[in-house]
Each structure stands twice: as structure tokens, then as C-alpha cells.
């Protein structure tokens, strides 16, 4: 039976697609198992695996799922931070990171986390993005030039690259120069394989000679074959050091992964299912790491090629991955003329969008989270890639903590017109009733800021003595953990013991649910009765006209 015409060009849609970003999926590949520190066939493994487990099992008709140059570079300060020295270690290394990365996908997805769209905030992200760019960048010019600095970090890389100018191979660096504005040239045309028709190139030089006379590196022979499915042997120790890793590579990848998909989805208006995803991201970098592959995840500039190259289902990538994988194997003796320089090339044109401080420059606009982009960048430079993002993210959340922390409270009143209650810091013409005190916190009150929040409202009630009622808002709260609960009925007490008497309004259902599982003497179900500051003040009055 002969398909409708749609459901044709749909077909003719993926394959022209899936072609289409073969030819760039494959040279960055091997460009970001370089960034790794891996064998080329690392990143060719994990772009398979990448390509096959998520075009079975995920729902984003545009992801493309491979290895990234974050992940790559994490990747390489992770095994360099669990001692990974020789390529056999680095490899075993490696992939107990994948495989346990994967894990950590994968528990996320049973306890359905897919919901929780970003566990970086984004300021972190940005800035660490830009610290990360500069820093690939700089780790992608020895190649370029053929020099070879003592030291990895980006100062003292940066300086030994600069002190070694006399002997730098510009033959190389204008090899590089070339290839990034060619990348940058083609790419205005989505459809044509630019890193493809460059590497192309690359190899003819290679093979006619010139990179000889140039004193041009080629990456050399590649053994690509699959070995059967493993685990590598460690020790227990490392594991647990591989497990604290991996954590920050799941983090990273998530982000990354979580963001791209998202933006697509709302871009066409496609449903995606953030848990199925999660499952997929787990089993696939589960794949990649029992073949020894890199970690995987979907970036944002290949599913950006994807899409553009006209994408209208899963199958573009899964026939992008039959090209790569036929081209792996037929064009295998080829693969290793690729010039140095070009493989250089080809990450810095991927890493190019994240060069752009711009990025950062909202965040100074609005007065918010600039300390926390500038740590980020900073720290990824100061202190590496991996010690930089954990230390970004440790700032954040020390600065999520303080603003959290505070026992900010708003003391409300009753405009003239109407029945509601405002802060009457900003709405001096606000009355509060006679003898009574209306307070609001400003916070969700949890444990690292309960015990502030009610001393600074005890002490105003202290001042305002004698009271006849307390009314306090709780609409900032849906839920209080035991510290807050504990904090609330010594709070109740205390406001018993001045003569007072205690009525809680805006009490959210999931509160009062347990309010009524802690049948505390001071808070009986009367005192949560009122859902609106309004009622709870008629509430008051009521029971002051009662006395």
C-alpha cells in the first residue's frame, strides 16, 4: 500500500536530515574525544550509542544525542581528578564514570525528577559555559601551534602558550584560521555538512603531502571496533570517588540535555516526556560506558543542526547513525590524515555560540546573580572544570541559603477601599486594626530560617503589648518541615503566655493537613479555620466581642 503523500516526505525529510548531520556528527566526535583525552573511537562509540538508544526510547523528535564538549571536558578533569594517568587507566576511568552517570539518569527517571527542570541555576550555567569555552580553547591551540606546555590549567597554560610565541607553528595556526571561518562560512547553510567538507579538505592536504612540509600533525590510526560489553574492574575506592564525579557529569549533562530539548519542544509546539527522556539518557550513556564510550547527552548545537536540516521524527537520528557507522568502518583508513589543526578547528566552531559575554550581561541589568556568573567563570579558570563548577554550584546555594535565610516579615493593614491587606512599609495609608498585629513572612519558612522569622515577629509583639490577637499569614508556606513546626507551637505558646491569642490565615490544604496530624494544644483546628486575612480578622473581632 502506497504511503500518503505526507507520511512520504516526511521519510525523504529524516533521510535528507539524517545525512545531512553524519557529516557533522562524525568529525566532532573525534574533535571532542580529543577535548576528553580519549581515543578517537571513544566519541564514535558514544555517538552511536547516543544515536541509537535515544531514536528508540526518547520522545524529542529533534534531540541528537551525543557526546558535548562540556561533558568532554569534565570528562577529561574528572579522570584527571581520580588519578587517570596512562590511556588504559584513563579509559577504565572513563567509562565508570559513563556507566555510573547513566545510574544516576536512571534513578532520576524512577523517582520521576523530570519535572524538576534545573538543578544549576542558569547564571551558574552561563558563566561556567563562558569559563569553559575559553578554557577548551585554550586547550585546543598546542595542537594548533605544536607546542607542548608543561601545565594543563588556563592561567599557566595561557602564559606558557604566550612565552612559547618563537616557537609556535603558524602553518598550523593558519591551517585553524582558515577551517573556523570555513565552518563559519558554510554554516549559514544548514544542509551542507561544513565540518565534513573541511575535513575533507584536511585529509587532501594531508595525503598530497603538504602537512609533511607544513610539520602539520595528522591524528594518526584509529582502531575502532567494539569489544564485548564490560565493567571495568576498580576498586572500591574508586568507585566511590568515580560515584562523586559522575554526579557532577549527571548535573552538567542534564542541564545541558534538560534545556535543549525544552527550548525545541516549545519552539514547535511538541509534548515530550521529561522522565522518559531522563530514561533514555541514562540508558544510553549505560551503553556507551560498557563498550567504553564517552558521556552523552543532548546539545543544544547539534540538535540545533538537526532541526534546521529539516528533522521531522526520531528516524533522522538512527539514520544518521547507519551513515556514521558505515562511514567508521569504510572510511576508517582516511580518518587518520586528519590535520591536528582542524580537529581544533572544529571544537572551536562548536564552542564558539557559548563565547559570548554577552550572555552575562542581563544579570547586571537586573541586578540579580551577578556574584554567582562571575564565581562561576572565574572559579572554572582558577580552579579547573571540575572544581570550578562544584564550586560555582557550592556558591549558589550558599547564596540560595542566605536569601532564604532571611527572617524578612511584612506587618500588614487594611486599605480604605476594600478588603485588602498590604504591607504597610509601602502603603503608609494602610490601617491596622486596634489590638491586633498582622504578620506575613516573606519566605517559605523551612528549617534554616523558622526561628529567625518568629523571634523578629515575637519581639514586635513583645513591643506591642497589651494585644488582643496575632494574626499571622502563611501563604508563602505550602508545606513546613519539623524544625518550622516545632518553631510555630513554641511561637503559638509564646503568644498564649503574652495574653494574646494566635489565629493563623491563608493556610494552604497540604498545611492544614498536618497541622491536624500534630494536635498541638496551642493550635487547635479553630485557629486555621479562616482562609483569608480578611476572615481572619473577622474571626478575631468575633471572638474578642464574645469575651
Not at 513583645?462 to 511561637?491: K, W
Amino acid at each position: 500500500m502506497t504511503p500518503p503523500p505526507a507520511h512520504r516526505a516526511i521519510r525523504a525529510a529524516d533521510w535528507v536530515a539524517g545525512l545531512s548531520i553524519a557529516g557533522l556528527l562524525l568529525p566532532e566526535a573525534v574533535a571532542y574525544a580529543g577535548i576528553a583525552g580519549l581515543p578517537p573511537q571513544s566519541g564514535v562509540i558514544a555517538l552511536l550509542a547516543g544515536l541509537i538508544v535515544y531514536g528508540l526510547l526518547g520522545s524529542s523528535r529533534f534531540a541528537i544525542v551525543s557526546a558535548t564538549s562540556s561533558s568532554a571536558a569534565v570528562l577529561l578533569a574528572a579522570t584527571s581528578a581520580a588519578g587517570g594517568h596512562g590511556t588504559a587507566l584513563q579509559l577504565a576511568l572513563g567509562a565508570g564514570i559513563v556507566l555510573l552517570t547513566g545510574v544516576f539518569f536512571l534513578i532520576a527517571a524512577a523517582a520521576r525528577l523530570g519535572a524538576v527542570s534545573n538543578l544549576i541555576a542558569k547564571p551558574v550555567l552561563r558563566g561556567f559555559a563562558l569559563g569553559l569555552a575559553l578554557t577548551i580553547v585554550a586547550k585546543q591551540m598546542p595542537k594548533v601551534v605544536d607546542v607542548h606546555p608543561a601545565h594543563g590549567d588556563f592561567l599557566r597554560l595561557s602564559w606558557e602558550l604566550f612565552a612559547s610565541v618563537g616557537r609556535w607553528n603558524f602553518a598550523g595556526l593558519a591551517m585553524a584560521g582558515v577551517g573556523v571561518a570555513l565552518l563559519h562560512a558554510l554554516g549559514r547553510w544548514r544542509a551542507v555538512p561544513a565540518a565534513l567538507l573541511v575535513i575533507a579538505a584536511g585529509i587532501a592536504l594531508d595525503v598530497a603531502g603538504f602537512c609533511q612540509q607544513w610539520h602539520i600533525a595528522a591524528v594518526g590510526p584509529i582502531e575502532f571496533g567494539l569489544s564485548l560489553p564490560g565493567v571495568p574492574e576498580l576498586s572500591r575506592d574508586q568507585w566511590l570517588r568515580l560515584g562523586e564525579l559522575a554526579f557532577a557529569m549527571a548535573l552538567i549533562l542534564y542541564a545541558e540535555s534538560c534545556g535543549a530539548i525544552r527550548t525545541f519542544a516549545l519552539r514547535h509546539g511538541d509534548e515530550v516526556s521529561a522522565n522518559r527522556d531522563l530514561f533514555a539518557l541514562g540508558a544510553a550513556n549505560l551503553a556507551s560506558g560498557l563498550f567504553q564510550g564517552m558521556p552523552v547527552g543532548a546539545g543544544y548545537s547539534a540538535t540545533s543542526a538537526n532541526e534546521a536540516a529539516g528533522a521531522q521524527s526520531r528516524a533522522a537520528g538512527l539514520i544518521a547513525c547507519a551513515v556514521v557507522l558505515l562511514a567508521a568502518i569504510t572510511l576508517l583508513p582516511w580518518i587518520m590524515h586528519i590535520p591536528e589543526p582542524l580537529l581544533a578547528a572544529i571544537v572551536i566552531h562548536a564552542v564558539g555560540h557559548m563565547l559570548d559575554p554577552r550572555s552575562l550581561r542581563p544579570y547586571f541589568a537586573w541586578r540579580r546573580d551577578r556574584l554567582v556568573a562571575l564565581v562561576a567563570f572565574g572559579a572554572v579558570l582558577l580552579l579547573g572544570v571540575l572544581d570550578g563548577l562544584l564550586a560555582a554550584i557550592g556558591v549558589s546555594l550558599v547564596l540560595l541559603l542566605r536569601g532564604m535565610s532571611g527572617a524578612q516579615v511584612s506587618w500588614l493593614g487594611r486599605l480604605a477601599q476594600g478588603h485588602d491587606y498590604v504591607d504597610t512599609a509601602r502603603h503608609p495609608e494602610a490601617r491596622v486594626p486596634a489590638g491586633m498585629l498582622i504578620a506575613r513572612p516573606e519566605m517559605p519558612l523551612f528549617f534554616g530560617n523558622a526561628d529567625a522569622v518568629f523571634a523578629t515577629i515575637r519581639a514586635r509583639v513583645e513591643a506591642a503589648r497589651p494585644l488582643g490577637h496575632v494574626v499571622l499569614s502563611l501563604e508563602e508556606s505550602a508545606d513546613l518541615d519539623g524544625t518550622s513546626i516545632e518553631a510555630l507551637c513554641d511561637f503559638a505558646a509564646s503568644v498564649r503566655r503574652c495574653g494574646a491569642q494566635l489565629v493563623l490565615a491563608r493556610v494552604k490544604d497540604t498545611l492544614r493537613d498536618l497541622l491536624d496530624q500534630v494536635r498541638n494544644p496551642d493550635l487547635p483546628p479553630a485557629l486555621y479555620a479562616a482562609w483569608s486575612v480578611d476572615d481572619a480578622v473577622e474571626q478575631a473581632r468575633a471572638s474578642a466581642s464574645s469575651q
